[in-house]
């Protein structure tokens, strides 16, 4: 098995809790046969509207939220059916950033010990030790030691996501989930902190998965892209070719929305799917109601997973070819 | 918000809003403090018996010799005024921290435990609150014997079941915020979320609470021996005295309950100013 991390087929269910026995047990789909390799070093965008799955996809992956099928495979030991203390040396190696990073972090700590606070967890290392190396990962990220004495409310929102970053590097990991880390920033901040995470993926090899709706910071970091449409994976490839030649209808959607890759037309609103009831799901395209390039079949037959050019795998009957 | 979840012992909480702020705040503090000095440090500057007894000064007037008078067995009010509080105040922190500490254990092994624990625990507190809390002090009041070691476990007894609601919707609410979440992947046990992360989150909160708690207790313990359940004679505490100079207030003994009575008061103003003094300065910080 090759070293980095392997998703297959995993899927994420939820189950309905309701007092009415019509509705209960009716399960939603939140994933649906997700899979995707990203070896050491590399880093993979997932894009996709709000409600697409993304976060449900980090979480699964680093066992937050249980997967009700498939196998996370990280260097061959597959994650999903181990126990909660065979997971614990795994879960060192791999950190998620979360989304929103104030919310993340203790508003009763102060910096130096939100930071040192996985170092005590893993490591069980001495208070002052932690906190020299705390100043090391505040370095490491481009803030002053002194910022350690704050509290979370009192630094400014592009330094929270660094000291967010710093706390994920402390058990230092070989994958980071990037959970939308550049979402709450303005423009200028964003290219610092990509610009960052460059770097430190040049310096420590760290392998990323980009959480992201925001296709130009995809496009700056990713080497290779995952749509996901309603849960599912529409596409997947290189980045660059994905964004220049989007083989999948809502791909060319999604990159339609945004004003910069539309060209002289105005930014169309990509469709937003509704969550999915399993149950009642009819055997067709997700996609299909919203898609201008649907036929008959698409509405009868779900599409296979099929590969254009050895790289890149897109979900549809009808993929768009390079011409258009 | 408001962070009181739990009703008055006897009475239906009811709390005004006596000053914003800081300034309450020290000085509801202040004026504890100086109930305890007067409880504590008086008798040393005034060595009078509270249990003496002056057959030939009773039910004197305040006045030179005496000066909070006498009660109807010629004893020193002021003395048994100190006394008194020592025994009142002692008694009611013991009970609040019995009460904090029962309360918090219970709220956050039902707040962080599985879902069926939660679920019979909190309808156990539940029955337990129906049950009217003076039934429940004169059924123990009963059948143990009054004394102060006896009276702040009993006390406490009762008190609890706010601060573990209170601890509880704490401990739910803050065990799916996202930094739990962050601690549990870098490997933090149960116990170690549970003590750094929701008893931090809490923590501020419950102390507010534990002054609203001590201010119910002092009233709670006044009301007790009001009843003569609590303290009993010939030893004094501040409802106690209220009880026995009750009936010959009528009769013209103002002092009887005049001055008990403005003790009490000031007490649970006290710890009244200082909760809420407490709590305003927590709202202005923007927890969470």
Redesign the interface.
Request: net charge positive; aromatic share 8%; with cysteine.
């Given at each position: 098995m090759s070293a980095g991390l392997c998703v297959e087929g995993l899927s994420v269910e939820y189950v309905a809790k309701a007092r009415r026995p019509e509705k209960q047990g009716r399960r939603q789909s939140a994933l649906v046969d997700i899979g995707f390799t990203l070896s050491e070093g590399e880093t993979l965008g997932v894009v996709g509207e709000s409600g697409s799955g993304k976060t449900t996809l980090a979480h699964a992956i680093?066992r937050?939220t249980p997967a009700s099928s498939g196998r996370v495979l990280w260097d061959g030991v597959d994650l999903i059916g181990l126990d909660e203390r065979d997971l614990?040396p795994y879960?060192?190696q791999m950190?998620?950033v979360?989304q929103?990073p104030y919310?993340?972090?203790?508003?009763?700590?102060t910096i130096g010990q939100i930071v040192s606070?996985?170092l005590r967890?893993?490591y069980a290392m001495g208070r002052r030790a932690r906190l020299k190396q705390a100043a090391e990962l505040l370095h490491q990220v481009g803030l002053d030691g002194t910022i350690r004495s704050r509290y979370p409310?009192q630094i400014s929102g592009g330094q929270r996501q660094r000291v967010a970053l710093a706390?994920a590097l402390?058990?230092s990991p070989r994958l980071l989930v990037l959970d939308e880390p550049t979402s709450g920033l303005d423009v200028s901040l964003q290219a610092r902190i990509l610009n960052l995470l460059r770097d430190l993926q040049a310096r420590q090899g760290l392998s990323y998965l980009f959480i992201s709706h925001d296709l130009a910071a995809v496009s700056y970091v990713a080497h290779r892209t995952l749509v996901l449409f309603a849960g599912s994976l529409m596409e997947q490839g290189p980045t660059d070719a994905l964004i220049r030649h989007p083989a999948h209808p809502y791909t060319a959607a999604l990159l339609a929305a945004v004003p910069a890759y539309g060209a002289a037309r105005a930014p169309r609103a990509a469709p937003a799917a509704p969550p999915r009831a399993l149950d009642s799901a009819p055997p067709a395209c997700v996609y299909y109601p919203w898609c201008d390039q649907a036929q008959a079949r698409c509405r009868s037959e779900p599409p296979p997973m099929v590969s254009l050019d050895g790289q890149r795998l897109v979900s549809c009957h009808y993929p768009l070819s390079d011409k258009t | 918000m408001t962070g009181a979840t739990h009703g008055g012992l006897f009475f239906p909480r009811r709390r005004w809003r006596v000053t914003g702020g800081a300034a309450g705040e020290r000085a509801g503090i202040a004026l504890f403090l100086a109930l305890v000095v007067f409880s504590w440090a008086g008798p040393w500057l005034y060595p009078h018996d509270p249990l003496a007894i002056h057959a030939r000064h009773i039910l004197t007037a305040p006045g030179a010799r005496f000066p909070l008078g006498t009660d109807a067995l010629g004893r020193n009010v002021l003395a048994r005024l100190m006394r008194g509080g020592q025994a009142t105040l002692a008694i009611s922190l013991w009970a609040s921290v019995i009460g904090l500490l029962a309360g918090l254990l219970y709220g956050m092994t039902a707040g962080l435990g599985p879902s069926w624990l939660d679920r019979a625990l909190m309808r156990l507190l539940d029955t337990l609150l129906a049950i009217p809390t003076l039934v429940l002090m004169i059924f123990f009041a009963a059948i143990v014997p009054l004394n102060e070691a006896n009276l702040a476990p009993l006390l406490g007894l009762v008190a609890w079941p706010g601060i573990a609601r209170l601890a509880r919707n704490e401990a739910l609410a803050a065990r799916e915020r996202d930094y739990v979440r962050a601690a549990r992947q870098f490997g933090a046990g149960r116990f170690y979320i549970a003590r750094v992360h929701i008893l931090r989150a809490m923590l501020p909160l419950v102390i507010i609470n534990a002054t609203f708690l001590m201010a119910d207790m002092i009233l709670g313990l006044s009301g007790l021996s009001f009843l003569g359940l609590g303290i009993q004679p010939p030893h004094a505490s501040w409802g106690g005295l209220l009880n026995s100079g009750a009936g010959l207030a009528v009769i013209g003994a103002w002092w009887l309950i005049v001055f008990p009575g403005l003790a009490i008061f000031l007490a649970i103003l006290a710890m009244n100013m200082a909760g809420q003094g407490l709590l305003a300065r927590l709202d202005g910080e923007g927890r969470g």
């Amino acid at each position: 098995m090759s070293a980095g991390l392997c998703v297959e087929g995993l899927s994420v269910e939820y189950v309905a809790k309701a007092r009415r026995p019509e509705k209960q047990g009716r399960r939603q789909s939140a994933l649906v046969d997700i899979g995707f390799t990203l070896s050491e070093g590399e880093t993979l965008g997932v894009v996709g509207e709000s409600g697409s799955g993304k976060t449900t996809l980090a979480h699964a992956i680093l066992r937050m939220t249980p997967a009700s099928s498939g196998r996370v495979l990280w260097d061959g030991v597959d994650l999903i059916g181990l126990d909660e203390r065979d997971l614990r040396p795994y879960r060192r190696q791999m950190q998620l950033v979360f989304q929103d990073p104030y919310e993340a972090m203790n508003p009763r700590m102060t910096i130096g010990q939100i930071v040192s606070e996985p170092l005590r967890l893993a490591y069980a290392m001495g208070r002052r030790a932690r906190l020299k190396q705390a100043a090391e990962l505040l370095h490491q990220v481009g803030l002053d030691g002194t910022i350690r004495s704050r509290y979370p409310r009192q630094i400014s929102g592009g330094q929270r996501q660094r000291v967010a970053l710093a706390r994920a590097l402390a058990t230092s990991p070989r994958l980071l989930v990037l959970d939308e880390p550049t979402s709450g920033l303005d423009v200028s901040l964003q290219a610092r902190i990509l610009n960052l995470l460059r770097d430190l993926q040049a310096r420590q090899g760290l392998s990323y998965l980009f959480i992201s709706h925001d296709l130009a910071a995809v496009s700056y970091v990713a080497h290779r892209t995952l749509v996901l449409f309603a849960g599912s994976l529409m596409e997947q490839g290189p980045t660059d070719a994905l964004i220049r030649h989007p083989a999948h209808p809502y791909t060319a959607a999604l990159l339609a929305a945004v004003p910069a890759y539309g060209a002289a037309r105005a930014p169309r609103a990509a469709p937003a799917a509704p969550p999915r009831a399993l149950d009642s799901a009819p055997p067709a395209c997700v996609y299909y109601p919203w898609c201008d390039q649907a036929q008959a079949r698409c509405r009868s037959e779900p599409p296979p997973m099929v590969s254009l050019d050895g790289q890149r795998l897109v979900s549809c009957h009808y993929p768009l070819s390079d011409k258009t | 918000m408001t962070g009181a979840t739990h009703g008055g012992l006897f009475f239906p909480r009811r709390r005004w809003r006596v000053t914003g702020g800081a300034a309450g705040e020290r000085a509801g503090i202040a004026l504890f403090l100086a109930l305890v000095v007067f409880s504590w440090a008086g008798p040393w500057l005034y060595p009078h018996d509270p249990l003496a007894i002056h057959a030939r000064h009773i039910l004197t007037a305040p006045g030179a010799r005496f000066p909070l008078g006498t009660d109807a067995l010629g004893r020193n009010v002021l003395a048994r005024l100190m006394r008194g509080g020592q025994a009142t105040l002692a008694i009611s922190l013991w009970a609040s921290v019995i009460g904090l500490l029962a309360g918090l254990l219970y709220g956050m092994t039902a707040g962080l435990g599985p879902s069926w624990l939660d679920r019979a625990l909190m309808r156990l507190l539940d029955t337990l609150l129906a049950i009217p809390t003076l039934v429940l002090m004169i059924f123990f009041a009963a059948i143990v014997p009054l004394n102060e070691a006896n009276l702040a476990p009993l006390l406490g007894l009762v008190a609890w079941p706010g601060i573990a609601r209170l601890a509880r919707n704490e401990a739910l609410a803050a065990r799916e915020r996202d930094y739990v979440r962050a601690a549990r992947q870098f490997g933090a046990g149960r116990f170690y979320i549970a003590r750094v992360h929701i008893l931090r989150a809490m923590l501020p909160l419950v102390i507010i609470n534990a002054t609203f708690l001590m201010a119910d207790m002092i009233l709670g313990l006044s009301g007790l021996s009001f009843l003569g359940l609590g303290i009993q004679p010939p030893h004094a505490s501040w409802g106690g005295l209220l009880n026995s100079g009750a009936g010959l207030a009528v009769i013209g003994a103002w002092w009887l309950i005049v001055f008990p009575g403005l003790a009490i008061f000031l007490a649970i103003l006290a710890m009244n100013m200082a909760g809420q003094g407490l709590l305003a300065r927590l709202d202005g910080e923007g927890r969470g």
